[in-house]
């Protein structure tokens, strides 16, 4: 009866420790996190958006960054930009990356004369790193395309706060 005793207050003990372990772990988790990474946009950027048919394309593009970089910890941040016509892709690429100093970034980020280009930058730690992504959108270089759209690039920057639980470093 004794023995049996010291058992169960054995295992309450165990208990107590893990889950007393499991929601410290979780409260440092929680506020290591860090802060969604502010990204200043590229000189002449603008986020007075002219009107035109451009507004589906570009908001979807809003959307799926937003979405990417969505995390448990919570919501991206993401700003849409108007860029003057003469604006390319080098020049974009590279403002922002001046900003990620020591950053990863994820492929190659070449410009392929595509409408839509994008890159994406992790941050250098090993806990949950921030992201942040950008695309970079041009007019369509079809007639019938164009018709609708202004003479305009735009740009969606978005910074996204730590990783998920199920993405710890292996």
């Known amino acids: 009866m004794w023995i049996d005793r010291r058992v169960r207050v054995a ?12 929601a410290a772990f979780a409260g440092v988790r929680w506020f290591t996190a860090g802060e969604r990474f502010a990204v200043t946009a590229p000189a002449g950027a603008s986020e007075k958006l002219p009107e035109g048919g ?20 919570g919501a991206a ?4 930009y108007v860029m003057p ?10 403002a922002v990356a001046d900003q990620l100093d ?12 595509r409408q839509r280009v994008w890159c994406t930058w992790t941050e250098p730690a090993r806990w949950w790193p ?18 609708a759209w202004p003479d305009n690039t735009f740009l969606v920057i ?13």
């Open 54 to 73: 451009y507004e589906v394309v570009v908001d979807l593009r809003f959307s799926e960054v937003h979405q990417d970089l969505r995390t448990d910890r």
């Open 130 to 147: 921030r992201r942040v992504k950008i695309v970079f959108i041009r007019p369509p270089t079809k007639a019938e395309g164009r018709s």
């Open 158 to 170: 978005g910074s996204g706060l730590g990783g998920d639980v199920w993405s710890l470093p292996g």
């Open 77 to 80: 941040g993401v700003s849409t």
């Open 11 to 22: 295992v309450a003990g165990t208990v107590a420790t893990i889950i007393l372990g499991l």
């Open 102 to 113: 020591g950053w990863k970034q994820a492929g190659d980020c070449l410009d392929s004369d």
């Open 85 to 94: 016509p003469d604006t390319s892709w080098d020049q974009v690429r590279s």
